[in-house]
């Protein structure tokens, strides 16, 4: 690594932190409305069935870069609504994130067996008690694993917010990049950095996998006592 380009470390590491932040915002706002989003699509209501099943592929089927095109460009000439480079990724990530943490917990709740369901109604919970005590702690043994991976995906789709000329991680290298005569070196080590992000996010979902499958035994050794 050549001494110029350990000049600029510093710089590389600010915007993995913005990058981290930006697709860990992204996924928080996508867990939300992706579990509002699958409660919807196990409703008994028809209309709320189909609205949730028609956001659901429609972002799904739509490249991440068209929606973040329609967001940031778009959203001024339709609505009138002018965003941030920031604002407008953040929204596009988490509408995708949306759609698939929403199939993720659809997944997670369905995975569950009838007879908990049933079990905690004859128990007199309300559907909330119900959904925190019962459902929700096994659910997420299914949900965890999948969720690693989502957010994994989002963090790589956020590389796309230096096409609208946000500077995050991708942006930074590139400039880097220009500003070192079209090196391919800090390329490589934008891909290392990467890798480093993401394979230290699988292993502490991994980590937090086995703590939680540990966690739920001892809850369910204790209960059979």
């Known amino acids: 690594m050549s001494a110029q380009l350990l000049t600029y470390m510093p710089l590389l590491l600010k915007a993995a932190l913005v990058t981290i932040w930006l697709s860990w915002l992204a996924l928080l706002i996508g867990a939300v409305g992706g579990t509002l989003i699958a409660l919807a699509r196990m409703s008994t209501l028809l209309p709320l069935r189909l609205l949730a099943l028609l956001f659901t592929e429609f972002f799904r089927s739509i490249p991440i870069l068209i929606v973040l095109f329609f967001v940031f460009f778009g959203m001024p000439l339709v609505f009138g ?4 480079p920031f604002t407008a990724t ?5 509408l995708h994130a949306s759609s698939t943490m929403s199939e993720v917990i659809r997944a997670g709740l369905e995975s569950v067996g009838k007879g908990q369901w049933e079990a905690a109604r004859a128990a007199g919970m309300t559907y909330w008690q119900m959904m925190r005590h019962v459902i929700v702690p096994q659910a997420l043994r299914v949900i965890l694993p999948p969720s690693v991976g989502v957010y994994i995906a989002t963090l ?7 096409i609208i000329g946000y500077v995050e991680l991708t942006k930074t290298g590139l400039l880097i990049r220009e500003t070192m005569g079209s090196s391919f070196v800090p390329l490589l080590l934008l891909a290392l950095i990467y890798f480093l992000i993401n394979y230290g996010i699988s292993l502490g979902g991994a980590a937090l996998e086995r703590r939680f499958h540990v966690n739920t035994r001892l809850m369910t050794a204790g209960a059979g006592k």
């Open 156 to 162: 790589k789709e956020s590389s796309l917010a230096s």
């Open 90 to 94: 953040t929204v596009a990530l988490a």
């Open 81 to 84: 609504i002018d965003l941030s």
